[in-house]
């Protein structure tokens, strides 16, 4: 069994070790190794199920070869081995029999063995060992494995751009209710928890044997970074995706939005893309001008829209800010008003991807292909007795249950609440509309204290302007 104590002593291995340096170096170091060795677990078991079965890797890179024995290659002859001849080789696999061969390629071309100690690799090595990823209870608790290891990144700084906690992709994936035979999307698809929640919300639609292929056939995920990359990969063939050929290595950003056409469209995108951060110079040029931007939530908002077909279904976490800021953002909740149905918004605690952020999120649900006419508003409430969610106390599933049982009644309460388009409309779009419906005493909405600020801040100036003309006709006076 995968548990805290196990990663933390394999961490502890890794810091005696001259060559790691931080958190965001361990993880990278930990996660392609699990990598070959859930890969080689998983091959043991279709070589037993699929007659003439061929491996992704050659015989002497496999885990089994050169890993499993725990009297094996040590010292400097493993070093040597990782460095000069396993990397080497697996960097140069070519395609053949195999899918998996060219994903094993992908996944190393940027992967690097930090470990200078090869008896600490050794070691290191030995723990991974004792995971089997052909026993159930050991895959389920992939998912446990990386999350441990996310929250012990914080100080590596830039953990939280791709990790969503899982009680948000199960409940989107679950409202956003993907069927069998559509094609799922997620463009920043990160450690692949919305692909996956979708793999599982899918499995249980299957009935045929035909239909397991057709759901693995139409899965795509994009991730621009090279280590949430390679945990998705990892992710998808823990879930029985044989070979994950598209989950690409790319950001969807540096392509023209007018070269994405009817081919690349698809039913259903759920998707927390990266918010808190600035696009590299230029990427705002593969947009038109009226939303061009250099803010990496604002843009995808705008390709998602793009991505979808007509009739296609969305459920994203976008940042508060989205919601009411000016400018390009005005233009981008316009066109989403009058190209798609924002039929839902639900607003989370600003602690719900504490330890990451405590940035304001909301989840938005959309379709393409009709206007909005109103938009509901589920303000998610913290569990009775807890002020804000943190390491301890993350956010649950069953949280949204209360949301769950209100998705299809749609009635006002205290927590919901609905606003027609023309309201929208007077309101210049801003879609951060307090709750009508709050018990008294509740927080303003960001967007009422903002306004509310900007009042006080103009009213502030223009008591200091007119201290400073009192005090200049004073003057005047004086030296006359």
């Known amino acids: 069994m995968i548990s805290s104590t196990l990663i933390k002593s394999i961490q502890d291995i890794m810091r005696q070790d001259q060559g790691v340096d931080g ?9 392609w190794m699990i990598f070959l060795k859930i890969l080689d677990d998983t091959e043991q078991e279709l070589e037993l199920m699929v007659d003439g079965y061929v491996s992704a890797v050659p015989v002497k890179y496999q885990w089994r070869s050169w890993a499993r024995d725990e009297e094996g290659l040590t010292g400097d002859d493993l070093n040597n081995f990782v460095n000069n001849d396993l990397f080497p080789a697996l960097r140069k696999l070519t395609a053949g029999a195999n899918p998996r ?4 390629r992908e996944a190393f071309e940027d992967s690097y063995n930090y470990m200078k100690s090869g008896t600490l690799l050794r070691q290191v090595v030995n723990k991974i060992n004792s995971i089997d990823f052909t026993v159930r209870a050991d895959r389920h608790q992939f998912n446990d ?7 012990d990144l914080q100080s590596a700084g830039n953990a939280g751009e791709y990790y969503t906690p899982r009680a948000l992709t199960e409940f989107i994936v679950e409202m956003v209710n993907p069927r069998l035979g559509e094609v799922i999307l997620d463009p920043a698809c990160g450690t692949g928890g919305f692909l996956a929640n979708a793999i599982d ?4 639609q299957a009935k045929k044997p035909e239909d397991e292929k057709l759901l693995q056939s139409s899965l795509r995920g994009i991730e621009k970074k090279q280590l949430p990359h390679l945990l998705c990969l990892t992710n998808m063939i823990l879930h029985g995706v044989d070979a994950p050929t598209t989950i690409r290595r790319a950001n969807t950003l540096t392509r023209p939005l007018r ?27 593969n947009f038109p001008q009226t939303f061009r931007t250099r803010d990496t939530a604002d843009l995808f908002l705008v390709l998602i829209m793009r991505l979808l ?12 800010g989205t919601l009411f800021g000016e400018g390009v953002k005005t233009r981008i909740r316009q066109q989403l008003l009058e190209e798609c149905n924002l039929h839902t918004v639900v607003r989370v605690p600003s602690s719900a991807f504490s330890p990451y952020t405590n940035i304001a999120t909301n989840l938005l649900f959309f379709s393409k292909g009709e206007p909005t006419k109103e938009v509901w508003f589920y303000e998610h409430p913290l569990p009775d007795g807890l002020k804000a969610y943190n390491k301890s106390k993350p956010i649950r599933s069953e949280e949204f249950d209360g949301e769950r049982e209100w998705w299809i009644a749609r009635a006002e309460s205290e927590h919901a609440w609905r606003v027609s388009i023309d309201e929208i409309r007077d309101r210049n779009f801003n879609l951060d509309i307090k709750n009508p419906n709050a018990k008294l005493g509740e927080q303003e909405s960001l967007g009422d204290l903002l306004t509310e600020y900007r009042r006080k801040q103009q009213a502030a100036t223009q008591t200091i302007d007119a201290i400073r003309d009192l005090l200049n006709q004073a003057l005047k006076s004086y030296e006359r």
């Open 101 to 104: 061969t060219l994903i094993v």
């Open 23 to 31: 958190d965001a170096q361990r993880l990278s170091q930990l996660v």
């Open 145 to 151: 494995l990386y999350e441990k290891l996310l929250k």
């Open 201 to 204: 919300h899918m499995r249980g």
């Open 309 to 320: 077909k007509p009739g296609g279904r969305a459920g994203i976490v976008l940042p508060h």
């Open 259 to 285: 070269d994405y056409g009817p081919a690349d469209r698809v039913d259903v995108i759920v998707t927390n893309p990266p918010f808190g951060g600035i696009e590299e110079p230029g990427v705002e040029q």
